[in-house]
Nanobody, 126 residues
Framework: QVQLVESGGGLVQAGGSLRLSCAASGRTFSSTYMGWFRQAPGKEREFAAAITWSSGSTDYADSVKGRFTISRDNAKNTVYLQMNSLKPEDTAVYYC???????????????????WGQGTQVTVSS
């Protein structure tokens, strides 16, 4: 089992920044990828960014590329999502997720992630 706890959400004006954190505990050594997903009201959960624990390779959704940066601190078992130049359309609940998959490519679909945090609300006002 892997437990994930997100923090860092809040209300910010358009153009502002937030940094989300995801603290992982439990059998973290068995996870390969860590991802951030988001879900706006009435919409499906969508991929935002992901990173591999080992090499630090990253991947981003086109909608956040150049504005968001995912990083990890292996010693702290923590993954971060730095969000800059925020837009009202970034408003959503943001979820941290852990994948146990052994694949060549970073997974981008929610079904490829095995453990989820409770989510943290990010609201961007115009």
């Amino acid at each position: 089992q892997v437990q994930l706890v997100e923090s860092g959400g809040g209300l910010v004006q358009a153009g502002g920044s937030l940094r989300l954190s995801c603290a992982a505990s439990g059998r973290t050594f068995s996870s390969t990828y860590m991802g951030w997903f988001r879900q706006a009201p009435g919409k499906e959960r969508e991929f935002a960014a992901a990173i591999t624990w080992s090499s630090g390779s990253t991947d981003y959704a086109d909608s956040v590329k150049g504005r968001f940066t995912i990083s990890r601190d292996n010693a702290k078992n923590t993954v971060y999502l730095q969000m800059n130049s925020l837009k009202p359309e970034d408003t959503a609940v943001y979820y941290c997720a852990a994948s146990m998959r052994r694949s060549l490519f970073i997974p981008k679909t929610p079904t490829n992630y095995d453990y989820w945090g409770q989510g943290t609300q990010v609201t961007v006002s115009s």
